[in-house]
């Protein structure tokens, strides 16, 4: 098992501007120190996958109950989760930083978005154009095969040279600066949010261990 870090006391903030981008910033703090971590099972997945508009909630549902059938599938995959946030984050951190990303971290993008890829299907729907996983597909591995191909999408479009990681020394999450002139520089729009939000949750902790 992960050595975890402490529970969050706030939400998952999307902020990425991109389903991997917000994956790769569920953990507090930085990668090497998180100070707290939203992903804490396979459930966490599943309920950020929602969240992130990269889950459809009936699909969860139906995901959660077989997690239920199957834990140690279930841990599996979420071990799998993990792995692939790591390198979606390293990935890009690396680009961010003008560095080569490691092969080993994109060939795991790669086998999670290829994966998800076999068993999509070429429709036309609401959305135009596309591809779609069937609305049956219930491998637990869906949300991270969701994620990968956002990660994936984003690495072959241009659009990744617009990916930077917060400017704060304490805060590595990365987003996709939309901006005219790709001037922002923090995770949230004016200043750092995981930065504040770590500040605020060492406060309450050190005010609740403190004896009355
Ligand atoms: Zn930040």
């Not at 929602?50 to 995959?77: N, S």
Request: proline residues 3%.
């Amino acid at each position: 098992m992960r050595d975890i870090a402490a529970v969050p006391d706030h939400e998952i903030e999307l902020s990425g501007g991109a389903l991997a981008l917000d994956f790769a910033n569920t953990v507090g703090g930085t990668h090497v120190r998180p100070t707290h971590d939203h992903l804490r099972g396979y459930a966490d997945v599943l309920r950020f996958a929602v969240m992130a508009g990269g889950l459809k909630d009936d699909v969860a549902k139906r995901l959660a109950v077989r997690a239920q059938r199957e834990p140690m599938r279930a841990a599996a995959v979420y071990e799998l989760g993990i792995a692939l946030r790591e390198a979606v984050w390293a990935v890009f951190s690396s680009l961010a930083s003008g560095e080569a990303p490691r092969s080993a971290d994109l060939a795991l993008i790669g086998d999670a978005a290829a994966a998800g890829r076999a068993r999509s299907r070429l429709v036309y729907d609401r959305d135009g154009l596309g591809w779609s996983l069937p609305s049956d597909s219930d491998d637990l591995e869906r949300p991270l095969w969701e994620i990968a191909r956002s990660a994936a999408d984003l690495l072959t479009s241009g659009d990744h040279e617009r990916v930077k990681e917060c400017a704060s020394t304490t805060c590595e999450w990365v987003f996709l600066d939309k901006s005219r002139n790709r001037s922002r520089r923090w995770c949230d729009m004016s200043d750092c949010g995981n930065r504040a939000k770590a500040r605020r949750f060492q406060a309450r902790k050190r005010a609740a261990v403190r004896p009355a």
